[in-house]
């Protein structure tokens, strides 16, 4: 490893690694595992997604597209966030790219050298590396009690004059949470009195077994400041595709493209197609989506079901995305909690600490699985901590 880069220096592999890398060595070994520590759809993509790519394909649409992406998906994308999002973009608002990527570009594009990033502790693992590669400095703002809601006098503590994004995700991995109407309410006031820039990752958005989900582009004020980002990977069980978007005004888009345009160049030619079909085929009826959803809810009730059953546990209900993260009383930090886990139960599990310091004693499960495994993990489990 080249130890004298200094950006890579603050950056380390996430902690899930080290489970997931032990899971697949005992896999191989011959163990039998199960894990509720993926963040995908176990679902495969539907099969009229997939055609549309192949026709694509066959028609030779292999090559090159704009940078922003086709014309037709940026239109269709332009709509449908008018429809669900109340968000007043034309396709030229809208940039064509992986999920993961567009945060990547939302940032690097925005943040000066040394400029302060607002993240609520928990949040998803990749926000804090994508700070640091921009030379970003971090300020995570603790979520409040098992409801993990996010307090104003907390975010302003985390104010200074070198503050100069805040990034969001709601609906949010890991917790399941959906930003209420006060929370969001304080987002908008302390991002406009603060000039703030907001990223948002909405990347969940469609996954919401109660409540509704805003946009926080769609507030007063929002719309010139707020990059939201947003993709197919989870509402239409494409993670491999490697397609998603982002939107925010032509003056902000600028330097993204610029990122777009000597990095990735585009997004695949054909996937673009494929999103395109999943977006004016399924958007409208949902058809793909409610099946899914008709699961995930079953699976959820379960898995909740089985750890309020489990001495040591408890968990708020989320709302939305696929994931639980309880909170467990036993005396193990979460990573040790994981291995224990994975070791005695043959479980894989996501230690809740890789998500920041208020994820500690609390463990990230994915419903993203069938429910015989889910019943047969949370027996595991639950004969495993009867020993701690
Ligand atoms: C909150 C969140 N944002 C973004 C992503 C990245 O999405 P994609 O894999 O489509 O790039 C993920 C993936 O797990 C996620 O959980």
Redesign the pocket.
């Given at each position: 490893m080249d130890e004298n880069v200094k950006r890579m220096l603050d950056v380390s592999f996430s902690a899930t690694m080290r489970i997931s890398k032990l899971a697949t060595e005992m896999e191989e070994g011959g163990e039998d595992i199960i894990s509720l520590a993926v963040?995908?759809p176990d679902f495969d993509t539907p099969e009229f997604i997939i055609e549309a790519a192949n026709e694509a394909m066959k028609k030779g649409f292999t090559h090159y597209t704009p940078p922003s992406g086709i014309s037709e998906l940026r239109e269709a994308i332009a709509e449908k966030m008018k429809e669900d999002n109340d968000l007043d973009f034309t396709s030229d608002n809208v940039l064509v790219t992986?999920?993961?990527?567009a945060?990547f570009m939302s940032v690097l594009a925005h943040l000066d050298d040394g400029a302060e990033v607002i993240l609520p502790d928990p949040a998803?693992v990749?926000y804090g590396p994508i700070v640091k590669f921009a030379d970003g400095i971090l300020r995570r703002v603790p979520a409040h009690g098992e409801e993990f809601e996010l307090k104003q006098e907390s975010l302003e503590d985390a104010i200074s004059s070198r503050t100069e994004m805040i990034i969001l995700?709601s609906p949010?991995?890991p917790t399941g949470k959906m930003l209420n109407k006060e929370e969001r309410k304080i987002i908008r006031d302390l991002a406009v009195d603060n000039d703030l820039k907001v990223v948002t990752?909405e990347?969940?958005e469609k996954l919401v077994f109660e409540g509704e989900h805003v946009s926080l582009a769609s507030m007063d004020g929002m719309r010139e400041r707020t990059i939201t980002?947003n993709?197919?990977?989870?509402a239409y069980a494409m993670?491999g595709w490697?397609?998603?978007w982002l939107a925010c005004t032509e003056d902000m888009l600028e330097n993204i493209v610029k990122i777009q345009t000597h990095s990735i160049t585009c997004a695949t030619s054909f996937a673009q197609k494929a999103a395109y079909r999943a977006l004016v085929e399924e958007w409208k009826s949902e058809r793909a989506l409610e099946s899914m959803m008709d699961k995930y809810r079953e699976r959820r009730e379960l898995m909740l079901e089985r750890l309020d059953e489990i001495e040591g546990f408890t968990c708020r209900k989320p709302e939305s995305t696929f994931y639980t993260f309880p909170k467990y009383e036993f005396d193990k930090d979460s990573m040790e909690m994981s291995m224990y886990l994975l070791r005695k139960a043959k479980v894989a599990t996501t230690p809740g600490s890789a998500f920041g310091d208020r994820g500690e004693n609390h463990l990230r499960l994915s419903f993203a699985n069938s429910k015989e495994n889910i019943q047969e993990a949370m027996d595991r489990i639950e004969k495993a901590v009867e020993k701690l």
């Open positions: 963040g995908e992986p999920t993961k990527h945060l998803w990749s995700n949010s991995n990752d990347v969940y980002v993709g197919f990977s989870k993670t490697r397609i998603g």
